[in-house]
């Protein structure tokens, strides 16, 4: 299997202290210290010092600020996330994301831009040095491109012009 699970963003129902029904409609910034469910819409953003879950039927109009963010439904802003973002299949966001991790599935919809804050010292590429080669040597190993020789200019050929008188002619034999 090419895909692990481990990678979502693992909730318990009984640590989401806030829910938004899908009745339901905040306007303004909605700030917990804990977990929320959004199954309502949330005009205005979102701060939170847990997850955010929006659910199919969740919408959020503003930028939001998490640890984790699962999206199953609509986020139109941007999304800064610590740890985790997930966008379900069926989640669509419409901003920008900054996140450490992503996971983004192949059916859901996402147009912004995505900076993900790894730590980059502990990636392979990071330990790759690049050998800095002086810029005579660099000469030597540059192969010289020979010069081409000038091409024959291409000889232009005229289209001979039908005298007005033949051009009459013709029409009048075509009648």
Request: charged share 35%.
């Amino acid at each position: 299997m090419f895909f692990r699970d481990d990678n979502k963003v693992k909730i318990s129902p009984t640590s989401i202290a806030t829910f938004i029904g899908s009745d339901a409609k905040v306007e303004g910034t909605l700030i917990t210290r804990s977990s929320v469910r959004i199954d309502g819409i949330v005009d205005g953003g979102v701060v939170a010092d847990g997850t955010v879950v929006v659910s199919q039927t969740g919408q959020i109009l503003g930028n939001t600020i998490a640890e984790n963010i699962v999206v199953a439904g609509v986020v139109e802003g941007n999304i800064t996330v610590k740890d985790r973002t997930n966008i379900e299949p069926t989640g669509e966001v419409y901003g920008d994301i900054s996140t450490a991790r992503i996971l983004i599935d192949e059916q859901s919809v996402f147009q912004g831009k995505c900076n993900m804050n790894v730590d980059r010292t502990k990636t392979k590429k990071s330990r790759l040095k690049v050998k800095e080669i002086p810029a005579e040597e660099m000469k030597d190993t540059v192969k010289e491109v020979p010069k081409e020789t000038p091409k024959e200019p291409v000889k232009e050929t005229k289209k001979e012009a039908v005298p007005e008188e033949k051009k009459e002619k013709a029409n009048e034999q075509q009648k």
